[in-house]
């Protein structure tokens, strides 16, 4: 292949991402793999719309043939379809901001973060993806006098810029604050260095099988995997969503309501009683609060065997779900700031467990974290080698 676009480093999406505008929308909701003008159905490489598809290509002032218009059974891979993902929903998605080496004439500026100050490295301004492999310009606001860089997903050249999507960035730093309490730049600078090669990059990295059908020369736009390109912090409809908690009467939600104070504290899930006999039953004679000290100590996975084992852990307390969330689902991390007393806790859980609902960018959110855990595992492998240096 004589060329191959720049990815995120972090998620491994492409930074050159095109839209299809529906008919109704702005023109300003289309662009190509450039990031301006439309997709011109003449130049479409991959996903051929037939007429049943309900796409148009009227002609664009002088141009024929003219712009792709997504219908609503568009296949065309040479964007992401209006009718499978909104506007707001991709915000963000052609979003370039690069860490860099400090140079021994860095000096701090107002806007600094604080692992910028007491780290060897800093953040870029943001520049707008490009298929090609030209460096990043125009890259706004300039950071440090950086007003464009060359990027580079491999190598050790350290004066090329590790380019990653701000919101992944985001995402990274919230995962190593987390972990080690920090934000670890070091970590990341050198795991480029010692473990990114062509092949471990863009070939064997685990990541999910959507990105690694999607990623080719260029970029193929294909239907179901428009998730990729969805911002994974700033997701429409997460605010509401967290603001209304379910109803009781949903047939997810299995808690019934305890009238008294905090009820939310002593509500439990009720499951089908057993018809073992409990007599031979060796947890049946301890007490509430050694059950509840069994459970303060096991995951998920355990509490699901223990209850099939035993009826005395068929009933769950509700709070223990939020334990078990904020453990299991820690990359929803607004989940800290609920109301603990007022949120069915199994239903969240059981909810955001398969994924987030229709949240394009939650699904997102979840497969960029799992990403970054990967990384961060690779990291530390290689800081327990002595070959990563610091913390």
Avoid at 236 to 265: I, V, Y
Wanted: glycine residues 8%; proline residues 7%.
């Amino acid at each position: 292949m004589g060329y191959c676009e720049t990815m995120c480093q972090l998620c491994g999406v492409s930074f050159a991402i095109a839209r299809l505008r529906r008919a109704d929308e702005p023109e300003e909701a289309a662009w190509n793999y450039g990031g301006s003008g439309f997709v011109n159905s003449h130049n479409e490489i991959y996903g051929i719309c037939e007429e049943r598809s309900g796409c148009t290509f009227p002609p664009h002032g002088d141009e024929r043939p003219g712009e792709h218009f997504a219908g609503p059974g568009c296949v065309s891979e040479s964007g992401y379809s209006g009718h499978q993902i909104s506007l707001a929903e991709m915000k963000g998605c052609r979003a370039v901001q690069c860490l860099v080496k400090k140079g021994t004439d860095w000096t701090p500026e107002d806007d600094d973060q604080d692992f910028e100050i007491k780290g060897d490295y800093f953040l870029t301004g943001i520049g707008d993806g490009s298929p090609d492999e030209a460096p990043l310009e125009d890259i706004v606001p300039i950071r440090h006098g950086v007003s464009s860089i060359d990027i580079l997903n491999v190598g050790d050249d350290p004066e090329l810029g590790l380019p990653f999507h701000p919101t992944c960035f985001e995402i990274y730093k919230k995962f190593t604050e987390i972990r080690i309490g920090r934000v670890d730049t070091e970590g990341l600078f050198y795991w480029r260095h010692l473990d990114c090669n062509f092949a471990t990059f863009f070939e064997t990295f685990p990541r999910e099988p959507a990105v690694r059908t999607s990623s080719d020369q260029w970029w193929r736009h294909q239907p179901g995997c428009e998730y990729l390109a969805a911002n994974p912090i700033d997701v429409p409809g997460l605010s509401q969503l967290l603001k209304s908690p379910p109803s009781s009467t949903d047939k997810m939600t299995t808690f019934g309501w305890n009238k008294r104070p905090h009820s939310s504290f002593t509500e439990y899930h009720r499951a089908t009683p057993s018809t073992s006999d409990t007599v031979q039953d060796p947890f049946s004679p301890l007490p509430a609060e050694i059950t509840s000290m069994i459970l303060d100590h096991l995951g998920s996975k355990d509490i699901a065997n223990l209850r099939l084992a035993t009826p005395v852990f068929r009933q769950l307390p509700t709070i223990l779900f939020r334990r078990l969330f904020l453990e299991d689902i820690p990359w929803l991390f607004e989940a800290k700031d609920l109301d603990v007393a007022r949120v069915d806790w199994y239903y969240w859980y059981c909810k955001c467990k398969s994924g987030g609902g229709d949240l394009k960018g939650l699904r997102n959110r979840r497969r960029i974290w799992r990403d970054v855990e990967e990384i961060f595992r690779r990291i530390q492998k290689y800081r327990e080698e002595g070959k990563i240096c610091g913390i």
